[in-house]
């Protein structure tokens, strides 16, 4: 065989690896996505009923980005913005991984997709992840939801009980129920200066787990 039929040989297998590898990651994407729209569509839902039960609740919802706002009262409102990732990876945490896998392995057949949550009163970065597998499995664990799990075929009433408690997290937040509360930090700069400008002093927000 000459050099040119060896290397197009070697080529179209090539070829056929990366077509696998990219249908996987795909797949994977494809899993993520379908998770968002049915967890967005869940989040809609019990917002729609926390209004009926006497709050203020909105779901805005933009292309690949949910944000849930809550008010309880007066001056008591929380809000979390919940994102579909763009791509997919091998999972490294182990709370998140898939029992079939190893945090060793970066075959695309293992990679997942990933939503986010965010809300100020948890801080900057993100509070909530999601792990979503192309067989449908998905995991999460965060300060909404401590560990949970399930798969995208699940009833209806399955994933709505799920953004149920997420809801029901967010009320938390924002009236300081269900062992959710804010302190004084032991030390934290304040100044004069800052008080007659109207700044709030920094308080400390914390979640039971």
């Known amino acids: 065989m000459g050099f040119e039929e060896s290397a197009l040989a070697r080529l179209r297998r ?14 994977a994407e494809g ?18 009923l926390g209004r009926q039960a006497g709050f203020e609740v909105e779901a ?24 579909l990732l ?17 945090r060793y392995s970066l075959d695309p057949s293992g990679y997942s ?15 909530q992840t999601f792990a979503v597998y192309r067989d449908g ?3 999460t664990k965060g300060r909404f939801v401590t560990l949970a799990r399930g798969r995208l075929d699940d009833p209806d009433e399955v994933l709505d009980g799920f953004c149920l408690r997420i809801l029901g ?5 924002a009236a300081l129920t269900g062992g959710a509360g804010r302190r004084w930090p032991a030390a934290a700069p304040f ?19």
């Open 86 to 102: 763009r791509g997919a990876a091998a999972e490294a945490d182990e709370d998140l991984m898939h029992e079939e896998l190893s």
């Open 191 to 209: 100044s004069l200066e800052d008080f007659a400008a109207g700044r709030k002093f920094p308080t400390e927000q914390r979640m039971p787990r």
């Open 169 to 173: 997290r967010l009320v938390d937040l």
């Open 137 to 139: 499995t998905w995991k």
């Open 113 to 127: 997709g990933r939503i986010l949550g965010w809300s100020a009163a948890a801080g900057e970065g993100a509070c």
């Open 14 to 27: 090539y070829r056929q690896e990366a077509d696998r590898s990219l249908e996987l990651v795909r797949e």
């Open 60 to 83: 805005d919802h933009m292309g690949d980005l949910l944000t849930l706002r809550v008010v309880a009262g007066t001056g008591a409102g929380a809000e979390a913005a919940f994102g």
């Open 31 to 48: 899993a993520a996505r379908k998770f968002s729209e049915r967890l967005f569509a869940g989040l809609e839902r019990v917002a729609v």
